[in-house]
């Protein structure tokens, strides 16, 4: 099983950051010349007001390509993010170019939560916040630390405790049938009998069962379930 490790253990905490009067061309400096791709903007207290990503100045640099929308276009089009796009993509500054809708976590977050969390947004990176002030960030390659750090010990569960937790787990999951598909443990060794309702749920339950302490090991033995079951 993947460790749980935390934003405090994944982050790094001497992050480079920039005041928000810092220019356009000082921040593409300092990204190109750091090997970085986003640096917080914050303000003199310390509290994050934003953040300048890769994707921030490639849009202010396309933006110089904009072609200005037509009379009849123009009156369909949302002038508050008109102006928004102008602003983030003619600004001399950071303040004018970051985004400013920063996806912040404390320090307790787990790695598995930061990795939902980055999924559902669709982003690369979150920021560690206490108190409002920034502590450290964590990146999707920070990320991986958490599937690469050795698993801690944990204690062996006998066949039967093995199977009662296989059957326990396999209960919370919706696409898994306790009901025709029939679990048994030998010396750590999972056996599925019975039936499976198709290829995703094999698979799934493989990995499920690997999940449980103790287990050595994985065998499907059911068969695919007949089409009168289906009804039933």
């Known amino acids: 099983m ?8 994944l982050m790094t905490p001497d992050v480079v950051s920039v005041p928000p009067e810092t220019s356009v061309v000082a921040v593409a400096r300092l990204l190109a ?17 934003g953040i300048v990503t890769e994707a921030d100045l490639i849009r202010r640099l396309a933006g110089q390509e904009d072609a200005k929308p037509g009379w009849l276009r123009s009156l369909f089009q949302d002038p508050v993010a008109q102006a928004d796009r102008y602003a983030r993509t003619h ?12 996806v912040t976590v404390d320090e307790a977050a787990t790695a598995a939560q930061i ?26 390659a920070d990320l991986l630390r ?5 698993p801690k010990e944990e204690a062996t569960l006998d ?3 093995i199977r009662r937790a296989v059957l326990a787990a396999m209960r919370k999951e919706p696409w898994a049938d306790s ?6 443990v030998k010396e750590g060794v999972v056996e599925f009998h019975g039936f499976m309702r198709n290829e995703a749920a094999k698979r799934a339950l493989k990995v499920l069962a690997e999940q449980v302490p103790g287990v050595k090991g994985v065998r499907d033995l059911t068969e695919p379930l007949p089409v ?5």
């Open 2 to 9: 993947i460790p749980q490790l935390t934003a405090r253990d």
């Open 33 to 49: 010349e750091r090997g970085i791709s986003a640096v917080p903007v914050l303000d003199k207290a310390g509290g994050v007001l």
């Open 179 to 184: 009901f025709y598909t029939l679990v048994e």
């Open 115 to 140: 990795a939902h969390l980055m999924e559902e947004k669709g982003i690369r990176r979150v920021l560690v916040v206490e108190e409002g002030r920034l502590r450290g960030i964590v990146s999707r």
């Open 159 to 161: 066949d039967d405790r």
């Open 91 to 102: 600004g001399a500054t950071a303040a004018d170019v970051m985004t400013q809708e920063v």
């Open 228 to 232: 009168y079951l289906y009804s039933a």
């Open 146 to 150: 958490a599937l690469v750090a050795a």
